[in-house]
């Protein structure tokens, strides 16, 4: 199972980006997908996350400017994200749940991390 992500750049504060990420391999479902940031000298946290039946879940901080959604295909997510601020800049990673078959008849969820995508947020 690969995740891979798209769409980091630099960008003046209020500017809008859209990252995105697609979910590849073999697996039975994705149960979740979220992303996550990295600031730096900062732990990794949560910024959204979006649940196979369309739940979704955001930081605090990001709540009304940062929207989390699913492609029809169902194995890509997208974050848009308005209303950019400085603090937003940060490494973003995609993250997957995914269960898969791991012996013939059994299965198990698993977690996966894509490659980091950098956002800078900077007059």
């Known amino acids: 199972v690969q995740l891979q992500a798209f769409g980091g750049g630099l960008v003046q504060p209020g500017r809008s980006l859209r990252l995105s990420c697609t979910v590849t391999?073999?697996?039975?479902?994705?149960?979740?997908m979220g992303w996550y940031h990295e600031a730096p000298g900062k732990q990794r946290e949560l910024v959204a996350a979006?649940?196979?039946?369309?739940?979704?879940n955001y930081a605090d901080s990001v709540k009304g400017r940062f929207t989390i959604s699913r492609g029809n295909a169902k194995n890509t997510v997208y974050l848009q994200m308005n209303s950019l601020k400085p603090g937003d800049t940060a490494v973003y990673y995609c993250?997957?749940?995914?269960?898969?078959?791991?012996?013939?008849?059994?299965?198990?969820?698993?977690?996966?991390w894509g490659q980091g995508t950098e956002v800078t947020v900077s007059s």
């Open positions: 993250n997957a749940e995914v269960t898969r078959e791991t012996v013939p008849n059994y299965f198990g969820d698993f977690n996966y």
């Open positions: 391999g073999s697996f039975i479902s994705i149960n979740v």
């Open positions: 979006i649940s196979s039946g369309g739940s979704t």
